[in-house]
């Protein structure tokens, strides 16, 4: 067997894999131009100023097109877009909430923000949530679900919606890891009621912050205009609607997108295809080749796999000790892996498991809750045992040939000599 590099071996790789930041590596001239006009037009707001350019208006066009949905509005952050799709679906105070166990931290943050509050459910083999497991949590109090595609592989879609269209309630897609992704080639975010993406540096494409919130309704589209713009409908003309009048508007906030940042988003959306095809290329023969030559190592499931973008790999280890060898062995041979928000339930950071808040009383757990809402470590026991042992590949899309060989063998490599005589 070959000496692993964490025991002094030489590595598979001699130098680190490129940065996980996809969007960020194929950054360059394009979005240095597109940020510079705006600045030299000395019009960086979007809805006003000596000469404005509208790049964050180009932008929600490209994507209205692009996703095949009428309605889009760029956002500070997928963290606001998801506080602007709570409110814009009318969610607040003594609602509920259904957020998977796995996801970030902001999911369930942003229902707190929306004075609702988070219930949990359970992800399966996907590591996405488990729709079996929604009925579990499921009461007369709770008005919406959001679904959340961790790292590039598609959540069940059809069983979520079937799910809500039994209880009538709310489907929002937090699509901020997974920009691209499809369910039955329809891309993910145009599914559910309203779908949130984020720009933020960790993301398929970014622009630093920034996000965006589309949806198919018009209804739900001004609410979340108003919402993210002081209660304001400012290029009302540029749609034809008509719900409410001055009259009508809802209190909002300023969550709106900056012109430098719609033109640096617009650039990367261009370059989503390109990114997407490169990290789904080496993706393939990733998994293809581990596939083959370890049969004994299990894969996250993927529902949908024509509608995985292939951003990560996601391998289940037999234990969380072993997910821990595999995952410190790889770095050292130069493959830099992870195992997701330290290995464990987003629900057990002390503020969501303590129910703590910037307010009073805790507000808005302080509701009266015919059900009342408790937490407990094993209240999503999937969850507790999968995070901990999956190990995620990033698959960058600015790999070279020899990159993908490089980390086959590495991974080939440390898994035998990690599993060793474990089989
Ligand atoms: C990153 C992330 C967010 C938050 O996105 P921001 O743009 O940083 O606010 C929300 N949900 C998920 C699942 C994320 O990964």
Redesign the pocket.
């Given at each position: 067997m070959e000496k692993l590099a964490i025991h002094g071996g030489k590595p598979a790789r001699s130098k680190p894999l490129p940065p996980n930041y996809p969007g960020a590596v194929v950054m360059g001239d394009e979005e240095a131009q597109a940020a510079a006009h705006v600045i030299t037009s000395q019009s960086p707001f979007r809805y006003y100023g000596p000469e404005v350019n509208y790049m964050v208006k180009a932008l929600e066009d490209q994507m209205s097109n692009d996703l095949g949905i009428p309605y889009v509005l760029g956002v500070s952050?997928?963290?606001a877009g998801?506080v602007v799709a709570l409110k814009a679906l009318g969610i607040g105070y003594g609602d509920k909430v259904i957020v998977p166990a796995n996801?970030?931290i902001?999911?369930a943050g942003a229902v707190v923000c929306s004075n609702a509050v988070p219930v949990f459910v359970d992800v399966d083999d996907s590591l996405n949530m488990d729709p079996d497991d929604l009925e579990r949590v499921m009461d007369d109090e709770v008005k919406a679900i959001i679904a959340?595609p961790i790292l590039g592989n598609p959540c069940d879609m059809q069983r979520i919606m079937k799910f809500a269209e039994k209880y009538n309630i709310y489907v929002i897609e937090?699509v901020?890891?997974s920009c691209g992704i499809k369910n039955n080639g329809r891309f993910a975010g145009t599914i559910g009621h309203i779908g949130v993406y984020?720009f933020?540096m960790?993301?398929i494409i970014t622009t630093g912050?920034g996000?965006a919130v589309v949806t198919r309704s018009a209804e739900i589209f001004e609410r979340a205009v108003r919402y993210h713009d002081q209660g304001m409908f400012r290029d009302k003309q540029r749609f034809n609607i008509h719900f409410s009048d001055e009259d009508h508007a809802i209190v909002g906030q300023n969550y709106r997108m900056s012109e430098i940042t719609g033109a640096v988003a617009l650039k990367q959306w261009g370059k989503l295809d390109e990114i997407l095809s490169s990290m789904k290329r080496h993706y393939n023969k990733i998994s293809q080749a581990l596939s083959s030559e370890l049969p004994g190592l299990q894969f996250r499931k993927v529902t949908d796999p024509l509608g995985d973008i292939g951003s990560n790999l996601g391998m289940i280890l037999p234990t969380q000790d072993i997910a821990e060898q595999f995952t410190n062995a790889l770095n050292a041979e130069n493959i830099n892996t992870n195992i997701l928000y330290n290995g464990k339930p987003i629900y057990m950071v002390p503020q969501l498991f303590h129910q703590r808040t910037a307010d009073k009383n805790n507000f808005p757990y302080d509701y009266p809750f015919k059900h009342p809402v408790k937490y407990t470590e094993d209240m999503c026991p999937r969850a507790v045992d999968l995070i901990a042992r999956t190990v995620y590949l990033p698959v960058s899309p600015v790999l070279k040939e020899q990159d993908v060989e490089e980390i086959i063998a590495g991974i080939i490599k440390v898994y035998k000599g990690v599993m060793g005589g474990r089989g």
């Open positions: 952050s997928c963290t998801l996801t970030f902001a999911t959340v937090d901020a890891q984020s933020q960790n993301k912050e996000g």
